[in-house]
């Protein structure tokens, strides 16, 4: 992939023009990321049991750190350790069969209950429902 910065377009249009007057264009850069989320986290020796609670309506891409593919939706790990679980509407193609999903940010950087999805690597996709805070239960 070329990558044509906006100084390189105008230094090469100054010169060309030879002294004549100067013609200027407008460059539109339009861009789209999509992250991959690994789904194969180490669980832990004790496994951690959870109970959910009401959740964000969004997150922030950029806090995501991993998930993990469970019974009942996919469980997303944040950064600093926090769970949320991403409750997907209808049904959905198996997401355990290919190692991975991808999950496409919102153009304000967010990932929304109602508004995005999870895109399984076969091609089919499941719609977020909801997100739902996972608070582990504590030991008595």
Known sequence: MLA??????VAL???GSGGGPVMLAQLTIRQQLIIRVPSHVRRPADPVLY???????????GELAGAQI?????????RGGNRVRA?????????DYYSGFYIRQGLDGQ???????????SGGSCEIERFRKLVPLSKK
Request: overall charge positive; aromatic content about 2%; some cysteine.
């Open 70 to 78: 469970s019974n009942y939706g996919v469980d997303l790990l944040l």
């Open 111 to 121: 990932v929304c209950a109602e508004r995005d999805s999870i895109r399984v690597r």
């Open 87 to 95: 409750k997907l509407a209808g049904d959905c193609p198996p997401l």
């Open 13 to 15: 249009l100054l010169a």
């Open 51 to 61: 109970r959910e609670k009401n959740g964000p309506k969004c997150i922030s891409a």
């Open 4 to 9: 044509v910065t906006v100084g390189m377009i």
